[in-house]
T-cell receptor
Framework: DTGVSQNPRHKITKRGQNVTFRCDPI?????LYWYRQTLGQGPEFLTY????????KSRLLSDRFSAERPKGSFSTLEIQRTEQGDSAMYLC?????????????FGEGSRLTVL | AQSVTQLDSHVSVSEGTPVLLRCNYS??????LFWYVQHPNKGLQLLLK??????LVKGINGFEAEFKKSETSFHLTKPSAHMSDAAEYFC????????????FGIGTKLQVIP
């Protein structure tokens, strides 16, 4: 399957621990996005990459959050010193630059539970 | 600036009856508009998209939406609800050029009653 892949799908951690999520976008997609979704809410934008360049970060992305896309392919989202408020579904999406439709293709998400 | 307003947080219909999920948008430019569906513990799946061609857009699973510029609306409809349609639905607006900023609505949870 050549869709967007995210792992792990579920992560349970204790407060204060670090966690890392990985996203593998569709191979020809040069734009990659991270969103956070809490229960009952729509996805909230966190950050996005064009190739390996991180072009925008939301104010939601505190200093404890860092995202990379070192070779313009897969991306990682790391959360340091997790807090209970970080519990959410973290969604990755990708798309091509300048495509006519601009639709985003989403992965299944990585659900984080911080105890 | 752009924004999306989904007018109903919850909609409940009986199986076999029509579905209407309402969405209004605001955009400084001619936008692309999308509806996504999310089943529990799943990612978002594209239902349909409007990109400046026909204003009546047909999507998967019998859904369709009509772009009405004068009303800045993009309501989602389906003639007959099925139990499998129960899910959360998101209206999304995106700029066409440049950064192509994407904005999500808060979602409408569709309940289908047998």
């Amino acid at each position: 399957d050549t869709g967007v892949s995210q792992n792990p799908r579920h992560k349970i951690t204790k407060r204060g621990q670090n966690v890392t999520f990985r996203c593998d976008p569709i191979s020809e997609h040069n734009r990659l996005y991270w969103y956070r979704q809490t229960l009952g809410q729509g996805p909230e934008f966190l950050t996005y990459f064009q190739n390996e360049a991180q072009l925008e970060k939301s104010r939601l992305l505190s200093d404890r959050f860092s995202a990379e896309r070192p070779k313009g392919s897969f991306s990682t989202l790391e959360i340091q010193r997790t807090e209970q408020g970080d519990s959410a579904m973290y969604l990755c999406a990708s798309r091509v630059t300048g495509g006519q439709t601009g639709e985003l293709f989403f992965g299944e998400g990585s659900r984080l539970t911080v105890l | 600036a752009q924004s999306v307003t989904q007018l109903d947080s919850h909609v409940s219909v009986s199986e076999g009856t029509p579905v209407l999920l309402r969405c209004n948008y605001s955009s400084s430019y001619s936008p692309s508009l999308f509806w996504y569906v999310q089943h529990p513990n799943k990612g978002l799946q594209l239902l349909l998209k409007y990109t400046s061609a026909a204003t009546l857009v047909k999507g998967i699973n019998g859904f369709e939406a009509e772009f009405k510029k004068s009303e800045t609306s993009f309501h989602l409809t389906k003639p007959s609800a099925h139990m499998s349609d129960a899910a959360e639905y998101f209206c999304v607006v995106s700029e066409r050029g440049g950064y192509q900023k994407v904005t999500f609505g808060i979602g409408t949870k569709l309940q289908v009653i047998p």
